[in-house]
């Protein structure tokens, strides 16, 4: 800052009420220091300020993996939804590690992030101890938790392939297998597998036919060789639902590879509506989800929840369901 002053030819004070989109600088003022500060190459420490307001002017998100389309799409809503706040987005990935979820996180609150989104509602008790002590709003996603934290923007993973399941049994599939859902790092996979096995005990359908698979997260690869393993324990298996697309397009392309046809020998559904399952041939059958929309709904909420705490008040804790649909398509 005083490199920029002595440039400008002015105190170090006048660079920083410039600086400050209040401050009481004359234009012509103003215009120059932002000039010496475009050619210095100069970014304002904002540490003291952050310290004496409380406001460091951005929020901090954990997703799981960003070369999942789903939470992508999910960390664009949530930039959407905060563009017009002044807040900035610092995101991290944690690739379904719990200890890295728990350092990142530890390393995001130090920097005294205004609020914070999760992904999932099951948590490490050291992460959710971090998140309970913050002081700050907290919204976790892609989930229904019984116990949230504070707010919540999700929905059922275990009633979306609960209802995925019985749309099969209405087209008329009886020998159901599933899979996916072997990894602890995933709860949403899990959450999945519970749904199935709910699903195949209320319709009277063998509930055996399950195939769990490697670590999170779950990959096309994964999907090729379960299918296999799944086909040749239970040859009579004429429909599958896979934890994700990216399984089910791997799945899909070991059927091509033995010469089963897809849907006259065996029916294949996803999870998620990923673009493999729109562009895939036969195209998938899945489980759309508003990805975009849980992170605008969460940015939107954290935002409003901020406002609210930066007035010295609490947002009362909120419950966002995001809708889903079951996309028909040419694999069932």
Known sequence: MTDVAKRAGVSAMTVSRALKADGAVSDRTRLRILQAVDELGYVLDQTAGTLSSKRSGFVAALIPSLNNSNFSDTARGMERALEQSGLQLLLGATDYVQEKEERLAEAMLRRRPEGIIVTGGEHSPKLRRLLQGAGVPVVETWDLPTD?????????????????VQRLYALGYREIGFLGGASPRDSRGRARCRGYKAAVAELGLPADRIVAFGEAPSSMDHGSAAMAQLMAHWPKVDAVVCVSDLVAFGALMECQRRGWAV??????????????????????????????????????????????????????????????????????
């Open 148 to 164: 949230p934290i504070e707010h919540v923007v999700g929905f059922s993973n275990t009633g979306a392939m609960r209802a995925l």
């Open 263 to 332: 849907p006259g020998r065996i029916a294949l559904a996803g999870f998620g509506d990923f673009e493999v399952a729109r562009c895939s041939h036969p195209r998938l059958t899945t489980v759309s989800v508003d990805s975009t929309g849980i992170g605008m709904t969460a940015g939107a909420l954290l935002w409003r929840a901020i406002e609210a705490s930066r007035t010295g008040t609490r947002l009362a804790a909120e419950r966002h369901v995001i809708p889903y649909d079951i996309i028909e398509r040419e694999t069932t």
